[in-house]
């Protein structure tokens, strides 16, 4: 983020000044001075707080993780790569980052395309707009812990809603293969108002001119909607899908809160993130917990960046 | 409306003057203004991890204690149970901004690095407010002591208890002339009580709430079972595990049993199902002044023992001093002076349904009249602990990684063989680990 502001700062002054004299350059100089005298002291307390919450926290767990330290901090020991082989033949690492991928599969489909037939509905429907866009939007405001505690008592077997709804008899929460299922539930109404919100803005965006001319050749809804609609969303799409893997690989709140801290029947739904927190918190391995986070760390961002390698190939590829 | 006659770099300049001020200001706060404040000589600043009822007893207790020693002054935190409660206690202990004062679990003692985060009690000053180690439980006492030093003054035991509704029981048979559940000693007796109140029980409500799918709940129970059927899990030397996997077995097919038989159903609301007419449900006795408030016919013993020898799992709240680099002077004086004031009028804490580890409380006339207290307090006697070693203790290292097992052969995804196979290794590998506190496994001084 400061990256790119710099950037925009800069890039403007900074383009001519190869080619210019060496007069120029000096009022370039002074121009830019005068930009950071008055721009640097605006963004300083950003830059300030970004330093010392953001950058020094990553360095320090960076260091950490080549440490034995504990919570207190007191009697840290340099390890080398100890912590990372143990990482490596950890099973807990690979199970926790497998249920975390497991999640994620679950849910970035399910909640793209649920997103997307809500929003077509909300855009569509005639009366009581507001009514449809508050129902889908208002569980995204609740906390997590609400949430989870919320599935928590809808999943309960003896007296909970779903299993009297729907007529069945199913162990949501204490079976193993509807466990992790039970927190894509969850997840899905509580956080697919955010995709929806994303979808419904980029409808409205579509120019009626378009319709009304496919409309004036003979196109009909399916036609539209194929040739209309989801070309023009596919960016949207794409950054729907993009922001829901990141949030997903991440999951966690919503899992510990219905599983009372928990890792779920048979260890199935301990995320990658809350066995760094178990590891960190619980045994107060403080140099091993560092370690696998910064691994996720890596592969958060291989995701991020292999992403957008796949759209610049894209776009190049559309040009 | 005119605008305010500042130009902006006046404005700024008066915000960042306000704002070091006004962090200045909450720093004085926190050092000296407050004791200042209370015309009082001594701060003691005490931490705690008491909420709900246990909160409420505790800030009473903690005023009768101010209005006793108006000299002095009781800064109290209360922060949030379980791990991040240990988590901020050690680093601050590491950080030398520890408390005077802070309650934990006995059972994390050994794990909390005494003599680096833990600073041992004054046994002179102690006397001198009138503790004596004759008037505690010598299990509790005992299990304080490490390295020949008193790292924790135990206030109460928590302990798991049965409790049951006696106008459901009443129907099934269950009741005693004496209007309490009839004994019993065997796992037969028990089936054949639950089945017996299963037909006195409303349609819909389990018979027995055994929190069958909770990592915490699983494992304490477990704990009291293998120990009633003589189980341990380590040689004395903290070298070898000696965890018996037969009676550990035996102990998780009695468990299971409650959810095939359908007498417990995993999931369920336990103590809500108890409040609304189920007869049975295993809980701490914390669950006292909730049972109490809701105005249910009930009683509480200890868990049945139904392996033949009484035992139920305990935990202790104990009173510890977290490690100070320079600890001594009037706050620590005084934060002696609390705790023994604490642990010496605790009938208000009793109420709150702990049993109380200071024996002329415990056999006081006012702590035996309280009910359900008397039915249970014999819990005392026969505490059912786990192992005393670093990784042990409430929400710590050895429940986080074996109350999974005990929870997934309650529900059924594993078989009781197999989970008692893993518990083993589970107890192995905690063996083999070092404590990240100090760097030596259990064998090399974990536990004493």
């Known amino acids: 983020m400061t990256a790119t502001s710099a950037e925009a700062t800069l890039a403007p002054a900074s383009k001519p000044i190869r080619s210019t004299s060496a007069g120029s350059a000096d009022s370039l100089r002074a121009r830019m001075g005068r930009r950071l005298q008055h721009g640097g002291w605006f963004i300083a307390p950003f830059l300030v707080l970004f330093a010392l919450f953001v950058i020094w926290p990553i360095l320090r767990g960076i260091y950490l993780s080549f440490t034995d330290a504990n919570v207190s901090g007191v009697g840290a020991n340099f390890v080398g790569w100890d912590n990372y082989r143990e990482a490596f033949h950890d099973p807990l690492v690979w199970d926790s980052l497998g249920h975390s991928a497991y999640f994620t599969l679950l849910v970035v489909p399910c909640i793209t395309v649920i997103a997307f037939l809500m929003a077509m509905l909300a855009h569509h429907i005639e009366r009581a707009k507001w009514l449809w866009r508050l129902c889908f939007f208002a569980p995204f405001l609740l906390p997590s812990t609400v949430a989870g505690n919320l599935w928590q008592w809808l999943f309960n077997p003896g007296t909970g809603m779903v299993n009297y709804v729907l007529g069945i008899d199913t162990a949501w929460l204490t079976e193993k293969s509807t466990a992790m299922l039970a927190v894509v539930i969850c997840t899905l109404w509580w956080t697919v108002g955010f995709s929806f919100l994303l979808y419904l803005a980029a409808l409205q965006s579509i120019p009626d001119h378009l319709y009304e001319a496919a409309k004036l050749d003979g196109a009909n809804a399916w036609h539209r909607m194929v040739h209309i609609t989801l070309p023009m969303l596919r960016n949207i799409t794409g950054l729907v899908i993009a922001l829901q893997i990141l949030a997903s690989l991440q999951v966690f709140d919503q899992a510990v809160v219905i599983y009372d801290f928990g890792p779920g029947p048979e260890e199935s739904t301990r995320t990658f993130v809350q066995y760094t927190l178990e590891e960190g918190f619980t045994s107060y391995r403080v140099g091993y917990a560092s370690a696998i986070s910064i691994i996720f760390f890596v592969i958060i961002a291989s995701v991020a960046l292999g992403r957008m390698w796949l759209l610049r190939k894209r776009e190049e590829g559309v040009r | ?448």
């Open chain 2, 1 to 448: 409306m005119g605008r305010p006659g500042l130009n902006r770099r006046q404005l700024l300049a008066g915000v960042g003057g306000l704002t070091v001020a006004g962090s200045l200001g909450f720093a004085a706060l926190g050092t000296g203004a407050d004791a200042l404040a209370s015309s009082a000589n001594t701060r003691v600043r005490y931490w705690n991890l008491f909420s709900g009822g246990d909160g409420y007893n505790m800030i009473a207790m903690l005023d009768a204690f101010r209005k006793a020693n108006p000299d002095i002054d009781v800064k109290d935190s209360t922060l949030q149970w379980g791990n991040p409660y240990y988590t901020k206690l050690a680093m601050a202990a590491s950080g030398s901004r520890a408390p005077d004062l802070s309650v934990m679990h006995l059972g994390r003692v050994a794990g909390f690095a005494p003599g680096r985060l833990l600073d041992p009690w004054d046994m002179d000053l102690l006397a001198k407010y009138g503790i004596r180690e004759q008037d505690f439980n010598p299990a509790l006492w005992k299990r304080a002591v490490i390295d020949g030093k008193l790292y924790a003054l135990p206030l109460d035991i928590h302990a798991q208890l049965s409790f049951y509704r006696k106008d459901v029981l009443k129907k099934a048979g269950l009741l005693g002339d004496d209007g309490l559940i009839v004994p019993i000693t065997s796992t037969k007796e028990w089936f054949d009580a639950l089945k017996a109140a299963k037909k006195s029980t409303k349609k819909g409500l389990q018979t027995v709430g055994i929190h069958a799918n909770d990592q915490n709940f699983s494992w304490w129970f477990f704990v009291a079972f293998y120990t009633q059927l003589g189980g341990t899990y380590f040689n004395s030397a903290m070298t070898d595990v000696v965890f018996d996997e037969d009676k550990a077995t035996q102990v998780l097919e009695f468990l299971r049993r409650h959810v095939t038989d359908g007498y417990a159903i995993a999931g369920a609301a336990d103590a809500e199902q108890f409040m609304n007419g189920s007869p049975f449900v295993w809980e701490g006795n914390w669950s006292v002044p909730v049972y109490s408030g809701a105005k249910i016919e009930y009683g509480a013993t200890p868990l049945p023992p139904v392996f033949g020898k009484q035992a139920t799992h305990a935990e202790s709240h104990s009173f510890v001093l977290p490690h100070q680099s320079s600890r001594g002077g009037s706050s620590n004086e005084g934060a002696h002076r609390l705790a023994a004031y604490i642990v010496k009028n605790a009938l208000a804490w009793a109420a709150g349904g702990h049993i109380p580890a200071y024996t002329p409380t415990l056999e006081s006339a006012a702590y035996k009249k309280l009910t359900p207290q008397n039915e249970y307090v014999s819990a005392m006697d026969h505490q059912a602990t786990e192992p005393k070693a670093w990784f042990s203790g409430s929400t710590g290292t050895l429940a986080a990684r074996i109350g999974p097992v005990v929870a997934s052969s309650n529900l059924g995804s594993a078989k009781p063989a197999a989970a008692a196979h893993s518990m083993k290794n589970v107890l192995e590998k905690l063996l083999a680990m070092k404590n990240p506190m100090d760097g030596k496994t259990a064998a090399q001084g974990g536990a004493a």
